[in-house]
C-alpha cells in the first residue's frame, strides 16, 4: 500500500499549467519519493509542451530547498519561473522563505506548491497549496490488509491509492 508518487507529480504539474504558468521550476532532493514526484512533474510539463527546470537540493529540508533555489529567483522578472514545486513541504516553505527575502510576493510573483499536506502548510500565514498523498486513507488500507493477513489470509497486490490536490493560498493564475 502506498501513494502514487508519479501521480502526485504529475497533478502538482497539471495545477501549475491549468494556472496558466509557463515556465515552471521543480525542486526535488534525494530519494525515491522525490525522484518519483519529480518525474512526475516533468513527464506532465513536458507533454503539454512547458518549460520546466530541474534543481535538486542536497538535502530534504526548506534551508536546502531555498539554497537551491535562491539564484534562480534573483533572475530577471522576464527569466525567473512564475511557479515552482518542491517535492514537500518544508522544502516550498523554504522556498517561500526566500522569495520573502528577495521581495517576491507568493502568489503575485511566485506560485508556490508543495508535497504532504503536512500540517504547517493549512495555517493561514503559509497557506500552502500541497499535494495530499492521504496518510489516513494509507493507514486504514494498510491495517485492513494486515487483519485479512493475520486472518489467516493473503496480502492483496500492492495498492497504488491516488494523491489528492489541497488547494490553498499560495498558488494563483499567471
Known amino acids: 500500500m502506498a501513494s502514487d508518487e508519479f501521480a502526485g507529480g504529475r497533478l502538482a504539474a497539471a495545477h501549475l499549467a491549468k494556472l ?64 515552482v514545486f518542491a517535492v514537500n513541504d518544508p522544502m516550498a516553505l523554504g522556498v517561500m522563505g526566500v522569495a520573502a527575502r528577495l521581495g517576491l510576493s507568493v502568489p503575485r510573483d511566485l506560485s508556490v506548491l508543495g508535497y ?5 502548510a493549512e495555517y493561514e500565514l503559509i497557506s500552502l497549496t500541497s499535494i495530499s498523498g492521504d496518510p489516513r486513507e494509507l493507514g486504514e488500507a494498510a491495517g485492513s490488509e494486515l487483519l485479512a493477513v493475520l486472518g489467516g489470509g493473503h496480502a492483496p497486490a500492492e495498492t497504488l491509492l491516488q494523491p489528492r490536490l489541497v488547494q490553498r493560498g499560495s498558488t494563483a493564475p499567471r
Open 20 to 83: 496558466g504558468h509557463r515556465d515552471v521550476l521543480c525542486v526535488s532532493a534525494p530519494g525515491a519519493s522525490a525522484a518519483a514526484r519529480e518525474a512526475g512533474c516533468v513527464a506532465e510539463l513536458r507533454e503539454r509542451g512547458l518549460s520546466v527546470r530541474v534543481v535538486r537540493a542536497a538535502q530534504t529540508s526548506g534551508a536546502a530547498a531555498g539554497a537551491a533555489v535562491a539564484e534562480l529567483l534573483e533572475e530577471p522578472e522576464a527569466r525567473r519561473p512564475t511557479a
Open 116 to 120: 504532504d499536506d503536512s500540517p504547517l
